[in-house]
């Protein structure tokens, strides 16, 4: 994957796959869901990887909403892993049973990753640790494919010392783990505390390296200083929404929403030169690792006007 990333930028690393906008949770501080979605058709879903292969893709994320609330998910990934493309799953972890991670593992998947957001579930996030341990129990016993535990730290945590715990027992599972810093609705910055930050500085010196830890961005971030850095978003990552759109990612729905089925290498290109108004101040972290290929090269020469987020549908005011 490194090396076909490096290879030439004219085609995306990684991309977000939306199958499904509707979600069993309502996390406060999402605006990533609804109550009320339908999945989108399997056959759709095949037609959209069947264009991200033509792009030459290497890695889609199957994310929401939440994924495994589609009836098809498994015959999506064994779709995408018959073009050679890494398969990767971002869920709640609620709907995970012996028998779920059995069936992802026949399917072909290759990485998985949970965020738990506290100890205790309160009224920001159910998604603790208190409820999905014996989620994490089964993994560990029966998964084949990697897992990785994102903590989060940031605005509506009651407590940052529930980041490290929960880091920590991904660990003594035998899991990579991570840590988000929470961004406000628009996927920009908020400077963190000095209990917050040397949270993340502990969680950080945990256990073993991998792609999932470039992550030098989170040093600005907590200081809530500027980042200087070329977003690559549209270009060497794609966001795809339940519409079948390409966006930037997940936080500018809307910019520059071409049809994937018309997304061409010239759109890629446009995108990966273009110089995003919302990048100094971005918190997006899977954009961040994937724009780390192109670091040292290719400055961006377009200039964009500044971008605002568009309206979301929140499940709060969906009925």
Excluded at 77 to 105: F, P, V
Excluded at 140 to 164: L, R, T
Aim: hydrophobic letters at 35%; aromatic letters at 6%.
């Amino acid at each position: 994957m490194i090396a076909r990333g490096l290879s030439d930028t004219d085609h995306p690393v990684l991309a977000h796959l939306i199958p499904i906008r509707r979600c069993n949770l309502a996390c406060t501080y999402c605006n990533e869901f609804d109550n009320f979605s339908a999945p989108v058709p399997l056959d759709e879903l095949r037609r959209r990887v069947d264009n991200l292969a033509r792009l030459r893709l290497s890695i889609l994320t199957i994310s929401g909403g939440e994924p495994m609330m589609h009836p098809e998910l498994d015959d999506l990934i064994r779709h995408t892993r018959k073009h050679g493309i890494i398969a990767s799953l971002i869920t709640n972890g609620y709907l995970l049973t012996e028998d779920r991670i059995e069936r992802l593992n026949e399917a072909g998947l290759e990485y998985l990753q949970i965020s738990i957001d506290n100890i205790q579930p309160d009224e920001v996030s159910k998604k603790s640790l208190k409820v999905l341990d014996k989620k994490l129990e089964l993994l560990a016993q029966h998964a084949a494919f990697d897992v990785n535990i994102n903590s989060v730290i940031g605005a509506g945590v009651v407590d940052p010392q529930d980041a490290y715990r929960i880091s920590s027992r991904a660990h003594e599972l035998g899991f990579t783990s991570t840590v988000g810093i929470i961004h406000d609705g628009s996927g920009q910055l908020r400077a963190l505390s000095n209990i917050e930050r040397s949270v993340v500085n502990k969680i950080k010196a945990l256990g073993k390296r991998s792609y999932s830890r470039i992550d030098g961005f989170q040093n600005k971030i907590a200081a809530g200083e500027p980042n200087d850095w070329r977003c690559r978003a549209g270009g060497r990552y794609l966001y795809i929404c339940e519409d079948g759109l390409v966006h930037y990612c997940s936080q500018q729905r809307g910019y520059p929403a071409i049809p994937l089925a018309k997304y061409k290498i010239e759109h890629i290109r446009q995108a990966y030169l273009t110089k995003k108004s919302c990048a100094p101040r971005c918190t997006i972290s899977c954009v961040h690792k994937v724009s780390v290929f192109d670091a040292w090269r290719d400055p961006q020469t377009i200039k964009q006007p500044a971008l605002e987020p568009k309206p979301l549908v929140h499940a709060a005011t969906a009925e």
